[in-house]
């Protein structure tokens, strides 16, 4: 008798044992987690509240479980919070869908943009949606679908696509998730690069509504094409990213950033994003110049540069030194890469009329006895409209820099008549 109630009670003890290892969440393998709370922030430039977050929870194989999530943008600096929520599963895909700060324009887009994140949370709670994040996503789908491990996938993934821009950065230092156009770094300076790059610029009015929305077809162009063999193989691509990095202003684009940040009352590093901008051009560039050019004609107006009808004479060109007044010119060159060229004008008598910046040109001083110009772009046509007015005979000299060369390059003097 005394036998059966000692295993009856060993029984019971076994039995406790069991169910307070069943309700120790350390020992659940997953099935009742703890609530986690996410941040992180939407970068183009930064999207602005209103900007809708929707988290949908993803199985092992990265379809979707049907659980889902949603916030809104906190700040007009991009930042999100989806706080307090219990996930099943460790994989998710991140959608944000809203209006952003264009920052060739110095403005809000005309149109929403929606860009996405495929994370896996691995212990950081941080998960940025950004321009790169959304060119891999196909990729590392297709990856895991093939078996890849999810961060192997995700790594390959960055490396292909960097690969595609020319762009080599320390390893340990490419998860797109923790890019920040905000902050210094190498990752950051390409992330700013690459959402400059695929945006196009353009002075005509009617053209400008329709931008975002061409951005959003370059941007699925760009995902699906790499998503088969980590390879954008399109030259149509290509050439799109060339045209769009031809008509940027680098210069204005580091301005528009840091004002709209310091609008915000926010103080941030905008990163080197101009060398990335260099290292893409040069990477895909099929025709490479390797001296300065400056041709007989150009338009003084770069979208009108294609049309050579509308092509004037350029003051730069060594060949004419003789022009007629009250006449719109030019001032125009091709600037090889590595390469910068600076070019002062001396009025000598008469007056003259310009419409800076142009394209390309940098305008360094400009008073009625002259003006010094220094260029920011390469391997591209650079212009600006210059004329000469009021009474003939003018004359100016003009002086030629190449790479900051102590004494000018070149002197040519031209008489207006």
Not at 69 to 74: K, Q, R, V, W
Request: glycine share 6%.
């Amino acid at each position: 008798m005394k036998t059966y109630f000692l295993r009856i009670l060993i029984m019971v003890l076994i039995l406790a044992v069991i169910s307070c290892k069943k309700d120790d969440p350390e020992n659940d393998n997953g099935n009742d987690p703890s609530p986690v709370s996410l941040t992180g922030n939407v970068q183009k430039g930064p999207f602005i509240t209103g900007t809708t977050i929707t988290l949908h929870e993803l199985n092992e194989n990265l379809g979707q479980t049907g659980s889902s999530f949603t916030a809104s943008i906190l700040t007009n600096a991009g930042d999100f919070e989806i706080p307090n929520i219990v996930l099943g599963s460790t994989h998710a895909l991140f959608t944000a869908n809203g209006f952003y700060f264009n920052e060739l324009y110095g403005e809000l887009s005309a149109a929403p943009l929606t860009l996405q994140a495929l994370t896996e949370q691995s212990g950081s709670s941080r998960i940025n949606i950004n321009v790169m994040t959304h060119l891999i996503k196909e990729r590392i789908m297709k990856l895991s679908s093939d078996g890849i491990p999810f961060q192997q996938a995700k790594a390959q993934a960055q490396t292909e696509l960097l690969a595609f821009f020319g762009i080599t950065l320390p390893a340990g230092s490419t998860d797109f998730e923790k890019a920040d156009i905000t902050q210094n770094s190498e990752l950051n300076a390409t992330l700013l690069a690459v959402s400059v790059v695929v945006q196009r610029y353009t002075t005509f009015l009617m053209e400008i509504p329709s931008l975002t929305a061409e951005l959003t077809q370059l941007l699925s162009t760009m995902s699906f094409d790499i998503k088969e063999d980590g390879v954008i193989g399109s030259q149509k691509v290509k050439d799109t990213l060339l045209h769009n990095i031809s008509r940027a202003n680098l210069i204005k684009i580091r301005q528009n950033l840091e004002k709209r940040y310091a609008d915000l009352g926010l103080t941030v590093t905008i990163p080197d994003f101009e060398k990335y901008v260099d290292i893409i051009q040069k990477h895909l560039s099929e025709t490479v110049y390797t001296d300065f050019i400056y041709p007989e004609k150009a338009s003084p107006y770069i979208e009108f540069q294609g049309d050579t009808t509308a092509w004037t004479m350029n003051f730069l060109n060594l060949n004419t030194f003789v022009y007629g007044s009250n006449r719109n010119y030019c001032v125009a060159a091709i600037v090889p890469f590595d390469s910068v060229l600076t070019v002062k004008f001396k009025i000598l008598s008469g007056s003259y009329a310009v419409s800076p910046p142009g394209h390309g040109w940098q305008v360094i001083q400009i008073n009625s006895s002259g003006m010094t110009l220094r260029s920011t772009l390469q391997n591209t046509i650079i212009t600006l409209p210059l004329g000469f007015n009021y009474w003939p005979p003018a004359s100016a000299t003009i002086e030629i820099y190449q790479n900051d060369t102590i004494t000018p390059d070149r002197v040519k003097n031209i008489t207006i008549q």
